[in-house]
């Protein structure tokens, strides 16, 4: 869409994958739509989730690199053209506002959830604490994506 650009970011939102495995996903928000862009693939963690160095796992040294590589680049497509962000990945998918039902997002620290409801298709997404994958966030991360939101979609929000 001509003149199209990102005015949001929701970062580290995870979806499990069909067949086991974990996909991190970058939420941007345009004036029309949301664009999930993959950042991190399935199965990282899986694989090697039961690896340790030190007794440190090195499941979760891997996903913590991956994750905060995966926020700087969710910032460099921060200033991409949205189709561009479409294109990095088969994956990646939008939804226009008009298609979206409700986004309801759940509290912070307590494994909060994003669930976009579309007329035919849930996509739910989990919120991660920075760098890792534990689900939930801050408060302050929190309310900063719902004061977004807002902004963004206010008569689809439910908070």
Request: proline share 4%; aromatic share 8%.
């Amino acid at each position: 869409m001509p003149g199209e650009r990102v005015i949001g970011v929701i970062n580290g939102a995870t979806m499990q994958s069909a067949f086991g495995g974990t996909k991190v996903f970058s939420l941007f928000f345009t004036a029309t739509r949301v664009i999930a862009a993959k950042m991190i693939g399935r199965g990282t963690n899986a694989l090697l989730g039961n690896l340790s160095i030190g007794g440190v796992p090195l499941g979760s040294v891997l996903i913590s690199q991956k994750l905060n590589e995966s926020k700087e680049k969710a910032d460099t497509l921060k200033s991409a053209d949205p189709e561009e962000i479409l294109k990095q990945d088969k994956e990646n998918f939008s939804i226009s506002y008009p298609e979206i039902k409700q986004v309801w997002i759940g509290k912070p620290l307590i494994g909060a959830a994003y669930l976009i409801i579309t007329a035919n298709k849930k996509y739910r997404f989990f919120l991660q604490a920075s760098g890792t994958l534990t689900r939930g966030v801050d408060k302050e991360t929190y309310d900063s994506y719902v004061t977004m939101l807002k902004k963004i979609i206010p008569d689809k929000l439910k908070v």
